[in-house]
């Protein structure tokens, strides 16, 4: 069991509605240090790739996206979320419902902070049914850019974004993957990774 996998039995919580509440660590209060390890990790997975920039979505993924920036030594850049869309060409835009909030926002990025020399590290909190990321692909594809790959911190296995990124042919390294949590019991169970 790595780091993380620990991490989650000791603090997360499970809710109903396949929920897995981490908020005294990962997005609410942050353990950066937790973060840091985080970025360590990242950065063997993704060693030997041109990676000049990552790539997150505002709120939860600005704090991991940051330190873990440090250990690739490039900026990170947050989509935004905005209820209306801009249309006046300087944006990037992407439609992405919340899983959490069950809305349909706009996410957009300055067409400034990204373009076709970026070679894009893609990192957020959770993978659930991979709209976020889907979301924050079609930008990078727009911008003419590179997605080098795909950092997770927890996906949820037994939802279907996981298999749909990999399925697209892009490395994706979630630093734990679980496969199934009772909000009965509190019991979460991890898919075995190398
Ligand atoms: P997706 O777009 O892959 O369906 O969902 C990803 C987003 O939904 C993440 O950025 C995260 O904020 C949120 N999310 C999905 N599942 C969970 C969960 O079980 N717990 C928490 N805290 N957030 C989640």
Same mark, same amino acid.
Do not use: W
């Given at each position: ?18 929920? +897995?509440?981490?908020?005294?660590? +990962? ?8 973060? &840091? ?50 249309? &006046? ?24 902070? +990204?373009?076709? &020399? ?15 990321? %889907?979301?924050?692909? %079609? ?32 490395? +994706? ?19 075995? %990774?190398?």
């Amino acid at each position: 069991m790595n780091f993380l996998e620990e991490r989650i039995l000791r603090d997360g919580v499970v809710k109903e509605g396949n929920v +897995l509440k981490v908020d005294s660590f +990962l997005n609410h209060q942050m353990d950066v240090k937790l973060f &840091d390890q985080m970025g360590e990790e990242y950065a063997k997975r993704f060693a030997g790739k041109p990676i000049n920039k990552i790539l997150t979505i505002e709120a939860s993924g600005i704090g991991i996206a940051s330190v873990v920036a440090l250990h690739f030594g490039v900026p990170v850049v947050f989509a935004k979320k905005s209820k209306s869309i801009n249309l &006046d060409g300087e944006m990037y835009t992407a439609e992405v419902e919340s899983f959490t909030h069950k809305t349909i926002n706009h996410v957009i990025v300055s067409k400034k902070f +990204l373009g076709p &020399d970026d070679h894009v590290l893609i990192i957020d909190d959770f993978l659930a049914n991979g709209c976020a990321l %889907q979301g924050l692909i %079609q930008i990078v594809q727009a911008a003419g850019g590179t997605v080098e790959g795909i950092g997770i911190a927890i996906e949820k296995g037994f939802q279907a974004g996981g298999r749909m990124i990999r399925n697209l042919g892009y490395q +994706l390294e979630s630093l734990a993957i679980v496969e199934g949590m009772d909000a009965s019991t509190g019991e979460i169970h991890f898919r075995e %990774q190398s």
